[in-house]
């Protein structure tokens, strides 16, 4: 009998608890469109960056610490 030992690893979601109130709300308007917080970047000794994904998947934005969308923050994400 082979068991298996590896567990599925659960996926975090990511909270607001990371966003400040301008982000907060920003986040709160685009979700009404359809937008999604799908991760917050945690790179080392720089601010919290939470990534938003549009409904059909293919674009993505960064909330700027001011609540504005940032459709071309920089870096990509890997599909």
């Known amino acids: 009998m ?8 659960r996926a975090e979601c ?5 966003l400040n109130p301008a982000q907060l709300a920003a ?10 917080l799908k991760f ?3 790179p080392l000794f720089q601010e919290s960056v939470p990534v ?3 409904p ?7 909330l700027t610490a001011q ?3 940032d459709e071309h923050p920089g870096f990509d994400i890997r599909k």
Do not use: M, N
Not at 27 to 36: I, Q, V
């Open 14 to 18: 990511p909270s607001g608890r990371e």
């Open 67 to 69: 609540g504005t969308l």
């Open 27 to 36: 986040l709160a308007d685009l979700e009404r469109f359809g937008w999604e």
């Open 40 to 42: 917050i970047r945690r």
């Open 52 to 54: 938003v994904f549009d």
């Open 56 to 62: 059909d998947r293919k674009h993505f934005a960064v």
């Open 2 to 9: 082979d068991k298996e030992r590896r567990k599925a690893a």
